[in-house]
């Protein structure tokens, strides 16, 4: 594995979401100094939080799979993810409606399921379920540690006895087709498919290997963070910030120093100059390379997955049909993938994902009210309306899907808001967001794996990349590992730690803001 050369001591980790913060714990963990810069107020980056009257909600991702990879972070510096944040496992992980009025819950439970889907479908998809959890296993096991967990130099990498077995899986299959061979009925299918729009690609061309993903959600356990997904990357500042990380807030890198092939020093926007040893951007890919003054490049332009528009509502009531995660299924399916990808039109018969998470932290509103998020998928503005188009476009389409939702079941849903914020293309293009996508870089087979953009920087020895454009990719428990997978290239994947938490050989800086982590 190439890594970052001369000296490592102390490292500028520029962004606090959460590859940024994974990093910084990894870092910590392996004995190096690190500053922690960040232009928000607080900690989270796409996992953020806004304040809506007495509502507190999520502004980025709201479900959490593979925990275990925070804890990795965690404990990297001695400590454990269970000390600083309260997980609950949710049963059901989902709660899935179809168009013709059926309801199917999810549940990462192997009994559990086979016998809801024994319920829902008839005993041969019972077992055909059997055998697709058994695969998606297979799978997980075939591409984790050498595909995705892993620094790619070269695809000659991909050389290796697992790629044989990934193929012989069917990962290079499409996605589709491979999950039709275990589930005949159409309804099941979307439920362990619909995972390929988190990759950007629709799921009749999406590789077979992507599957992987719905391993994360339907087998290996859902979990939501008692006071919200924010709650993580608060506990991940937290922890570094008692390990020794100097967290610099309301701090924006306005350019990199360089000479002689190394950056030398961060400049913030202030006119503070941090001198480091080595730089890793964890910012959207654009904001990364207009620091480091050129984009890479590729013989062909990268293409970016499709946006979404979220509706975050404060209501005097709920829906007792929905659960924490609730998957409300239109009739038309490829059609609504072509919308997205192809034609770049809002989808005609809408897709949504409506989460509660006041089903388990009533908290988060205030007493006897609830809090919605509402995500509608739609096409980037590389392919669809332009982000200027959304000033207004937004409030009409605002309307439409509030009244989808009354026509699925959430009679009175107008009338129930107190309080609600949109946010539509418009939005994750004014945060910098590249095609005005928070999806980032879409995983087509020459956006995966050593074809994604590499984390090292050609041309300058000590700057790495992280975070969802960069490998291994999107969503939560990839980013966490682009951050300990950044923080490798630096150390060369050594971590010492003792049992207090502190390396030996680090030499803590005075934290910096330690109490300021709320940006609401």
């Known amino acids: 594995m190439r890594t970052v050369t001369g000296p490592t001591d102390h490292v500028v980790v520029v962004g606090a979401g959460l590859s940024g913060l994974a990093c910084a714990l990894h870092l910590l963990g392996a004995g190096r100094r690190v500053t922690l810069v960040e232009r928000d107020a607080g900690p989270g980056g796409r996992a953020g939080r806004a304040r809506l009257g007495g509502y507190l909600a999520d502004t980025g991702p709201t479900v959490l799979t593979m925990p275990h990879l925070a804890d990795e972070a965690f404990a990297a510096v001695g400590e454990s993810l269970g000390r600083h944040v309260e997980l609950m496992p949710l049963h059901p992980a989902y709660r899935a409606g179809f168009a013709d009025g059926t309801w199917l819950d999810v549940h990462t439970d192997g009994d559990a399921m086979e016998a809801e889907v024994r319920r829902f479908a008839g005993p041969a998809e019972a077992a055909g379920y059997r055998r697709l959890r058994e695969w998606l296993e297979r799978l997980y096991r075939a591409q984790m540690r050498r595909f995705i967990d892993t620094n790619f130099d070269s695809p000659f990498q991909l050389a290796h006895p697992d790629l044989a077995r990934l193929a012989a899986l069917g990962g290079f299959g499409r996605l589709d087709g491979r999950i039709g061979r275990f589930l005949s009925d159409a309804r099941l299918r979307r439920v362990f498919s619909f995972q390929a729009l988190y990759a950007g690609v629709a799921p009749a061309r999406a590789l077979a290997a992507y599957a992987v993903i719905a391993y994360m959600d339907t087998v290996a356990g859902v979990w939501f963070p008692k006071g919200g997904m924010h709650a993580l990357p608060r506990a991940m500042a937290d922890v570094a910030a008692g390990a020794g990380a100097e967290l610099r807030w309301s701090a924006e890198v306005s350019a990199l120093e360089r000479s002689a092939g190394r950056v030398r020093a961060v400049r913030l926007a202030s006119g503070e100059r941090i001198p480091c040893d080595a730089v890793v951007l964890t910012c959207e890919l654009p904001a990364a ?232």
């Not at 528009?309 to 209501?315: E, K, N």
Request: proline share 9%; charged share 20%.
């Open 289 to 520: 390379h207009r620091l480091l003054g050129r984009a890479p490049r590729r013989p062909v332009r990268l293409r970016h997955s499709p946006s979404a528009v979220v509706l975050h509502a404060g209501t005097d009531r709920t829906w007792p049909h929905l659960a924490h995660h609730t998957l409300s299924f239109g009739a038309a399916w490829e059609r609504t993938f072509d919308e997205l990808t192809r034609t770049g039109t809002l989808m005609s018969d809408p897709s949504l994902l409506i989460t509660r998470p006041t089903t388990h932290d009533a908290s988060l509103a205030p007493p006897g009210r609830h809090l919605h998020y509402v995500l509608a998928p739609c096409p980037n503005t590389a392919v669809g309306p332009s982000a200027a188009a959304w000033r207004d476009l937004g409030p009409r389409y605002r309307d439409s899907l509030v009244a989808e939702l009354e026509r699925r079941g959430l009679d009175g849903f107008a009338d129930s808001v107190e309080e609600e914020l949109l946010v539509t293309p418009l939005d994750w293009t004014a945060q910098g967001h590249a095609a005005g996508s928070p999806f980032s870089v879409s995983h087509t087979f020459a956006q995966t794996g050593p074809f994604r953009p590499r984390n090292l920087v050609r041309g300058l020895d000590n700057v790495v990349l992280a975070g969802c454009g960069t490998t291994p990719g999107v969503g939560v428990p990839t980013v966490l590992i682009s951050g300990k997978l950044a923080a490798a290239r630096v150390t060369g994947g050594r971590t010492r730690v003792t049992r207090a938490g502190r390396s030996p050989d680090r030499r803590p800086s005075a934290p910096t803001g330690a109490g300021a982590h709320d940006p609401s």
